[in-house]
């Protein structure tokens, strides 16, 4: 489980830089904002990021109707739930790495 969340903290924090990157463009790349929308759903469902995913999947159905004005106001969404999400799974995973790390050191 440490490792799914590990690689969603890293994978969405990229998706995240490439959504804001796509949507401040001149020429906005539809195709590339649904995609880099659909690996943040992704990783928010396998976590059970219930929220992430909800305005994840309105800035992909804005993306895919090509509504900018629409993708600029999920994004907003999405920001806001992607990053209190990720902090609430890192302070988890310091609390696993605490754990763990006593753990061992009680074994050892």
């Known amino acids: 489980m440490m490792n799914v969340i590990d690689n969603f903290l890293s994978d969405g924090d990229n998706s995240m830089r490439d959504l804001a990157d796509l949507l401040s463009a001149r020429s906005v790349d539809y195709t590339k904002v649904t995609t ?3 690996l943040i759903k992704g990783g928010g469902n396998s976590l059970g990021g219930c929220r992430v995913v909800a ?3 309105a800035l ?4 895919l109707i090509q509504d900018k004005q ?3 106001t999920s994004y907003e ?3 806001n739930e992607y990053y209190h999400f990720r902090d609430k799974l890192r302070t988890l995973y310091q609390m696993e790495r605490a754990i763990a790390h ?5 074994r050892g």
């Open 102 to 106: 006593s753990e061992s050191r009680r």
């Open 77 to 79: 969404w999405v920001v």
């Open 70 to 72: 629409s993708c600029e």
């Open 60 to 63: 992909i159905n804005a993306s």
């Open 55 to 57: 305005a994840a999947r």
């Open 36 to 38: 880099a929308a659909h």
